[in-house]
């Protein structure tokens, strides 16, 4: 009883100051292990915890981490990274070249979800301890900018708790624990309910931030979200639900920030021919480019982005938005409005008499089922019948790989921040055993645009490299291959002395968190 | 006796198995966990791996039958999105939910049955009335909109109140509980009065016509006569007549009340196993559903169970029947 009260009197007796920092997630990370998950919640959150050999800075440079320097081996068969020394995990440990190795096989093996990454690295050679080499099968300019989050785990640490390889179906130590090199350490994690964090003492850089301890509590109403923020019990909310912004805006103690995601929403369609055996909508409506350019042509994009997302969000041109590498500024301007040009193009195509099967998730987007309908009244404006049908994320991809529908929407965030990726998982045909178009569900398929992608792979010239990516999204947009929507907004809350920087990546940065 | 039980176990059993097929039949209509699990750069190969992995490309009644297997060892499975035992979260979320459930319960008796014999004695007074009138927003309105109501009055405008979660808890061996510390008493209001509010006014409207009609019985005129005082004659007589069947719905009413849990449990974000379910469903984490409806399905059976043979020790004829 006594130590009952004497918990009970601490924990009464705990100050609340105002470097003490609490903020709300929508989704709670579903894994503290690095290598397990590819998502933006799980490595968003673990980039204050872990670190990789180089980071990505306020403006998405790549720039060092862990990693002081780089440099490409002989004619780009490989890199060479020397290490940052006197690093130390957050138990004490050193940081050497041989937790690079063990991470590179942690995070490159079967159960890994971060296999992808290292796809065109053919071996990772200790050269000393503070020097490695990872070789690549090709050329790759831009394989510093793909490992930004690839985080470094002790080897010993994982070893002696028995988590050397990431288990996604059983778990295992590293999924409730973490022990990075990173700024901040998770001292306790209760999944799904609250993950507080501290400083950590012995980090290597400069603290920028003032804050003493950070809980993190997942919160998946909206509106709970929203009242949390206004009641002063969280200082931090990621998303603020776009119809409350204005209402947001007029309030002085709260303040909104608002920029784009590296998200390009777009609409892809079904091109394979003879794919329609699923019986929904008529056969082959899209294979040819003409039904696409009338889909294009009958979308009045702005006026979505006007009313939907109440002017938050910007149109895009191709697969990528304007901040990632490789952009194609050459094709920039997107396809312009034209009802009556739609209306003919799609005759012309023998569209008109046909339901188009349109399918759409109804909560993996910020308002995409509300984007859906607009999209499935323009259309029909344009003479077009589309009979939409929007579900939970959970059953959208499914019904996608079954091959079920006519037309689809799409949100690609390229994880590299370049333009390769979307062409890579987008674009490029369908090939099991290469690993690519594994995203390309509408069967899009050229050869030319085939041809390009490892060219561009291995380009070492920025120039040579950007004529190429400018001829891919040449043939994307002529071909009409995705219907480019616009770039997805994003909306942050948060109390008015919070000092942070967004990203367009959304992770959210603690070490950039000020409080006043 | 006996084989009336035995019979009644076996029908229970029965009913549990039944609700447990079907329970895995919807499984596959709500989505594939799959894609929850891994990131955007998976290849198919993977996809299809993970699956195999998981038993998910077996039909439902292979699933159904593993899940069996290993739940009568104890075993439930390890958690889709949380990749821990399942049976170590529902043990871990289980206070939350049954002090809930406790609180708003216990609210929802206390004040439903004074208001309820407050508005039967002064049947025609103003306060009864304007407490009738205004029990209707009890009956009417949706759990969800009380509860977003109550934090923007309380947490948001006014500031009295947490606008969600348990606030500090205590570990008592295994057991967290919210009513050791302040915060967790705070907490608890909001949540146990959105929880409680539609029993409370249904247990008062039960009492109180319950009680009108007692109070026209002719013991009570005699009562009267018999100059005993009203507050005898009210709480001695009338009221204990009222409370045999008041006592019947509150029973049914426990059950309902920790299945209606789960919408207060996401208004609030309190971190009961409701909302492990409702989270549960989002992600597809089968063995968390599984379980969860499994449990749910014991309780109301066990209830069930446990009120059938209670009414064959009062009533014989039941026996007889059987």
Same mark, same amino acid.
């Given at each position: 009883?006594?130590?009952?009260?004497?918990?009970?009197?601490?924990?009464?007796?705990?100050?609340?100051?105002?470097?003490?920092?609490?903020?709300?997630?929508?989704?709670?990370?579903?894994?503290?292990?690095?290598?397990?998950?590819?998502?933006?919640?799980?490595?968003?959150?673990?980039?204050?915890?872990?670190?990789?050999?180089?980071?990505?800075?306020?403006?998405?440079?790549?720039? %060092?981490?862990?990693?002081?320097?780089?440099?490409?081996?002989?004619?780009?068969?490989?890199?060479?990274?020397?290490?940052?020394?006197?690093?130390?995990?957050?138990?004490?440990?050193?940081?050497?070249?041989?937790?690079?190795?063990?991470?590179?096989?942690?995070?490159?093996?079967?159960?890994?979800?971060?296999?992808?990454?290292?796809? %065109?690295?053919?071996?990772?050679?200790?050269?000393?301890?503070?020097?490695?080499?990872?070789?690549?099968?090709?050329?790759?300019?831009?394989?510093?900018?793909?490992?930004?989050?690839?985080?470094?785990?002790?080897?010993?640490?994982?070893?002696?708790?028995?988590?050397?390889?990431?288990?996604?179906?059983?778990?295992?130590?590293?999924?409730?624990?973490?022990?990075?090199?990173?700024?901040?350490?998770?001292?306790? $994690?209760?999944?799904?309910?609250?993950?507080?964090?501290?400083?950590?003492?012995?980090?290597?850089?400069?603290?920028?931030?003032?804050?003493?301890?950070?809980?993190?509590?997942?919160?998946?109403?909206?509106?709970?979200?929203?009242?949390?923020?206004?009641?002063?019990?969280?200082?931090?909310?990621?998303?603020?639900?776009?119809?409350?912004?204005? $209402?947001?805006?007029?309030? %002085?103690?709260?303040?909104?920030?608002?920029?784009?995601?590296?998200?390009?929403?777009?609409?892809?369609?079904?091109?394979?021919?003879?794919?329609?055996?699923?019986?929904?909508?008529?056969?082959?409506?899209?294979?040819?480019?003409?039904?696409?350019?009338?889909?294009?042509?009958?979308?009045?994009?702005?006026?979505?982005?006007?009313?939907?997302?109440?002017?938050?969000?910007?149109?895009?041109?191709?697969?990528?938005?304007?901040?990632?590498?490789?952009?194609?500024?050459?094709?920039?301007?997107?396809?312009?409005?034209?009802?009556?040009?739609?209306?003919?193009?799609?005759?012309?195509?023998?569209?008109?008499?046909?339901?188009?099967?349109?399918?759409?998730?109804?909560?993996?987007?910020?308002?995409?089922?509300?984007?859906?309908?607009?999209?499935?009244?323009?259309?029909?404006?344009?003479?077009?019948? +589309?009979?939409?049908?929007?579900?939970?994320?959970?059953?959208?991809?499914?019904?996608?790989?079954?091959?079920?529908?006519?037309?689809?929407?799409?949100?690609?965030?390229?994880?590299?921040?370049?333009?390769?990726?979307?062409?890579?998982?987008?674009?490029?045909?369908?090939?099991?055993?290469?690993?690519?178009?594994?995203?390309?569900?509408?069967?899009?398929?050229?050869?030319?645009?085939?041809?390009?992608? %490892?060219?561009?792979?291995?380009?070492?010239?920025?120039?040579?490299?950007?004529?190429?990516?400018?001829?891919?999204?040449?043939?994307?947009?002529?071909?009409?291959?995705?219907?480019?929507?616009?770039?997805?907004?994003?909306?942050?809350?948060?109390?008015?002395? +919070?000092?942070?920087?967004?990203?367009?990546?959304?992770?959210?940065?603690?070490?950039?968190?000020?409080?006043? | 006796? /006996?084989?009336?039980?035995?019979?009644?176990?076996?029908?229970?059993?029965?009913?549990?198995?039944?609700?447990?097929?079907?329970?895995?039949?919807?499984?596959?209509?709500?989505?594939?966990?799959?894609?929850?699990?891994?990131?955007?750069?998976?290849?198919?190969?993977?996809?299809?791996?993970?699956?195999?992995?998981?038993?998910?490309?077996?039909?439902?009644?292979?699933? @159904?039958?593993?899940?069996?297997?290993?739940? =009568?060892?104890?075993?439930?499975?390890?958690?889709?999105?949380?990749?821990?035992?399942?049976?170590?979260?529902?043990?871990?979320?289980?206070?939350?939910? /049954?002090?809930?459930?406790?609180?708003?319960?216990?609210?929802?008796?206390?004040?439903?049955?004074?208001? &309820?014999?407050?508005?039967?004695?002064?049947?025609?007074?103003?306060?009864?009335?304007?407490?009738?009138?205004?029990?209707?927003?009890?009956?009417?309105?949706?759990?969800?909109?009380?509860?977003?109501?109550?934090?923007?009055?309380?947490?948001?405008?006014? &500031?009295?109140?947490?606008?969600?979660?348990?606030?500090?808890?205590?570990?008592?061996?295994?057991?967290?509980?919210?009513?050791?510390?302040?915060?967790?008493?705070?907490?608890?209001?909001?949540?146990?009065?959105?929880?409680?509010?539609?029993?409370?006014?249904?247990?008062?409207?039960?009492?109180?016509?319950?009680?009108?009609? =007692?109070?026209?019985?002719?013991?009570?005129?005699?009562?009267?006569?018999?100059? /005993?005082?009203?507050?005898? =004659?009210?709480?001695?007589?009338?009221?204990?007549?009222?409370?045999?069947?008041?006592?019947? =719905?509150?029973? /049914?009413?426990?059950?309902?009340?920790?299945?209606?849990?789960?919408?207060?449990?996401?208004?609030?974000?309190?971190?009961?196993?409701?909302?492990?379910?409702?989270?549960?469903?989002?992600?597809?984490?089968?063995?968390?559903?599984?379980? @969860?409806?499994?449990?749910?399905?014991?309780?109301?059976?066990?209830?069930?169970?446990?009120?059938?043979?209670? @009414?064959?020790?009062?009533?014989?004829?039941?026996?007889?029947?059987?």
């Amino acid at each position: 009883m006594r130590r009952l009260s004497t918990a009970l009197a601490l924990v009464l007796a705990l100050p609340a100051t105002a470097e003490e920092f609490n903020f709300a997630v929508t989704t709670d990370p579903q894994t503290m292990d690095p290598h397990a998950v590819n998502s933006t919640p799980v490595l968003g959150f673990l980039n204050n915890v872990y670190e990789g050999l180089v980071r990505r800075g306020k403006d998405m440079s790549i720039e %060092p981490a862990l990693a002081v320097s780089w440099e490409p081996i002989g004619e780009g068969e490989g890199w060479r990274f020397k290490l940052r020394e006197g690093v130390t995990f957050q138990d004490g440990a050193e940081f050497t070249a041989d937790d690079v190795i063990f991470s590179y096989e942690r995070a490159s093996s079967e159960q890994a979800d971060t296999s992808s990454w290292f796809a %065109p690295v053919s071996e990772v050679v200790k050269v000393d301890d503070y020097t490695v080499d990872i070789m690549t099968t090709a050329p790759n300019p831009i394989f510093p900018d793909s490992i930004a989050n690839w985080m470094m785990m002790d080897s010993g640490w994982a070893e002696a708790n028995g988590a050397a390889r990431p288990d996604k179906e059983q778990g295992n130590y590293a999924t409730l624990n973490a022990n990075g090199t990173g700024p901040f350490q998770v001292v306790s $994690r209760q999944p799904d309910l609250e993950t507080v964090l501290e400083p950590h003492e012995g980090w290597w850089g400069e603290v920028e931030h003032n804050l003493t301890r950070v809980t993190m509590t997942p919160i998946q109403n909206p509106a709970t979200a929203l009242a949390a923020l206004l009641s002063g019990d969280v200082d931090f909310i990621n998303p603020v639900p776009i119809q409350d912004v204005a $209402r947001l805006e007029g309030n %002085p103690e709260v303040r909104v920030i608002q920029g784009i995601e590296a998200r390009v929403i777009m609409l892809g369609f079904d091109q394979q021919e003879g794919a329609a055996e699923s019986g929904q909508g008529g056969a082959d409506m899209f294979v040819d480019p003409r039904a696409r350019e009338a889909v294009a042509k009958a979308i009045n994009v702005p006026a979505i982005l006007q009313t939907i997302m109440r002017g938050n969000a910007e149109v895009a041109s191709q697969m990528v938005s304007p901040a990632m590498r490789g952009y194609s500024e050459a094709h920039a301007a997107p396809y312009a409005y034209d009802a009556e040009a739609a209306r003919s193009l799609a005759e012309e195509a023998g569209l008109t008499g046909q339901t188009i099967a349109f399918k759409c998730p109804n909560d993996r987007y910020l308002n995409d089922e509300a984007v859906c309908q607009a999209i499935t009244s323009m259309l029909a404006q344009a003479g077009m019948e +589309v009979s939409l049908d929007a579900m939970p994320v959970s059953n959208y991809w499914p019904e996608l790989r079954a091959d079920n529908f006519d037309m689809y929407l799409l949100g690609w965030s390229p994880g590299t921040f370049d333009a390769e990726h979307p062409i890579r998982f987008l674009a490029a045909t369908q090939d099991d055993e290469a690993k690519l178009g594994s995203w390309n569900f509408g069967g899009y398929s050229n050869a030319r645009v085939d041809e390009l992608l %490892p060219m561009i792979q291995s380009e070492i010239d920025d120039t040579a490299r950007q004529a190429m990516l400018d001829e891919t999204a040449k043939i994307l947009q002529d071909e009409v291959a995705y219907v480019p929507l616009y770039v997805q907004p994003l909306v942050w809350g948060a109390r008015s002395g +919070v000092e942070l920087t967004q990203r367009p990546d959304d992770f959210f940065i603690l070490r950039w968190v000020t409080v006043n | 006796m /006996l084989s009336f039980i035995v019979k009644r176990v076996g029908q229970s059993i029965l009913v549990l198995l039944i609700t447990g097929l079907v329970a895995f039949s919807m499984f596959t209509f709500v989505g594939d966990p799959i894609d929850n699990m891994l990131g955007q750069e998976r290849t198919i190969e993977d996809v299809e791996r993970l699956r195999q992995q998981l038993g998910l490309d077996k039909p439902f009644v292979v699933q @159904y039958y593993r899940f069996l297997e290993q739940a =009568v060892q104890g075993n439930f499975g390890v958690s889709y999105r949380q990749g821990r035992p399942v049976a170590e979260i529902l043990l871990e979320r289980a206070p939350a939910t /049954l002090e809930l459930a406790a609180v708003s319960g216990i609210f929802a008796i206390l004040l439903g049955i004074a208001l &309820g014999v407050f508005t039967a004695i002064r049947r025609n007074g103003i306060a009864a009335n304007l407490i009738m009138s205004a029990s209707l927003i009890g009956v009417s309105l949706p759990t969800f909109l009380i509860g977003i109501l109550l934090i923007y009055l309380f947490s948001v405008e006014l &500031g009295w109140l947490p606008s969600f979660g348990r606030g500090d808890t205590v570990d008592l061996g295994g057991w967290t509980t919210g009513f050791l510390t302040a915060s967790g008493l705070k907490a608890l209001i909001l949540p146990s009065i959105t929880l409680g509010l539609y029993q409370m006014t249904l247990i008062m409207r039960l009492v109180r016509s319950e009680m009108l009609e =007692v109070l026209r019985q002719d013991y009570i005129r005699f009562a009267k006569a018999r100059g /005993l005082s009203d507050r005898v =004659v009210n709480f001695r007589h009338a009221l204990k007549n009222t409370m045999v069947p008041v006592i019947t =719905v509150i029973g /049914l009413q426990l059950g309902s009340i920790i299945a209606f849990a789960i919408i207060t449990e996401t208004v609030f974000q309190w971190p009961g196993v409701g909302l492990l379910f409702i989270n549960a469903i989002q992600f597809v984490d089968i063995p968390v559903m599984a379980a @969860y409806l499994m449990l749910i399905s014991v309780m109301f059976v066990g209830i069930n169970l446990l009120v059938d043979i209670l @009414y064959a020790f009062i009533d014989p004829r039941l026996r007889v029947a059987a």
